[in-house]
């Protein structure tokens, strides 16, 4: 449970990553701007544009879509799912992560999470089931977070108030490859949307020091201004994430009400002075 519970946290940074590839770069009104599709721009490597305007773009192209596939690839890792985007925002990813089989399901304002040792504190029930206002343990740990699920299915409101400009690194066919450097103090403020117990005992992941090292991400857009790629590429774990089938029909629904369950503590043993989660 423990590495599931780990595992879930790296695909949340991994989504962050994958999201900026989706007009999360966008200022703090993460507007769509208007302007998808026929606002592919002319331009040549070396160029710059305000990371707040190729938001725009991007966020404007993505609205109309509304559904996307997604694969994260790091290391020797592999997750791989589906995104509705919109009013409604709902997501689901399966894959390895850690070396543990995992899976998530966000839908109505509520993650299902699926993985090794789930059962042992949920009564047997595959799933877990996780709410902003829930009671059980893990709602109380990643309940203050599930608003972070929001923000990853919304192009624009992640990363919200960044400035600078994103450099044209190369161009090829119909693709344009932008780089756009997130410097320690936009690096600490997306960690701070991720993980709101940031700092404190309950926080299960670490936020970048002052002196932490510019952060490069590459995006890959197409002549449509929709994602193709991103690239975390100086990063201590390198992630290409891809994206595909923007506009298809995707399938997302929650576990079947018996196959979901609150995770409890598990009862101790005589003798016992806790339980690893």
Wanted: with cysteine; hydrophobic share 35%.
């Amino acid at each position: 449970m423990k590495k599931t519970m780990g595992s879930a946290a790296a695909l949340v940074a991994g989504m962050a990553i994958a999201l900026t590839g989706c007009g999360a770069t966008g200022g703090s009104d993460g507007g769509n701007g208007g302007g998808g599709a026929s606002q592919a721009q002319d331009v040549k490597v070396g160029d710059t544009v305000p990371v707040k305007e190729l938001a725009q773009r991007i966020s404007g192209a993505t609205s109309e879509k509304k559904t996307v596939a997604v694969e994260m690839n790091s290391e020797n890792e592999k997750v791989t799912g589906a995104v509705r985007l919109g009013d409604t925002p709902a997501f689901t990813m399966k894959g390895d992560m850690e070396s543990a089989p995992m899976e998530m399901v966000y839908i109505d304002k509520t993650l299902y999470l699926s993985g090794d040792g789930v059962d042992q504190v949920s009564g047997g029930k595959k799933w877990i089931k996780i709410t902003a206002d829930g009671t059980d343990m893990m709602s109380k740990m990643m309940g203050p977070v599930i608003g972070v699920f929001e923000n990853i299915t919304d192009p624009g409101k992640l990363i919200g108030g960044i400035d600078g400009d994103a450099k044209v690194k190369s161009t090829s066919g119909d693709e344009t490859t932008y780089e756009i450097t997130l410097t320690a103090e936009q690096q600490k403020k997306l960690a701070e949307k991720l993980d709101p117990n940031k700092g404190s005992s309950s926080s299960s992941t670490s936020a970048p020091s002052a002196s932490a090292a510019d952060q490069k991400i590459e995006l890959t857009v197409d002549k449509d201004n929709l994602p193709v790629r991103t690239r975390a590429t100086n990063s201590s774990t390198p992630m290409e994430v891809t994206y595909s089938d923007w506009g298809k029909d995707v399938t997302i629904e929650a576990p079947p009400a018996g196959e979901a369950g609150t995770a409890q503590m598990p009862e101790m043993s005589s003798g016992s002075t806790g339980a690893t989660l």
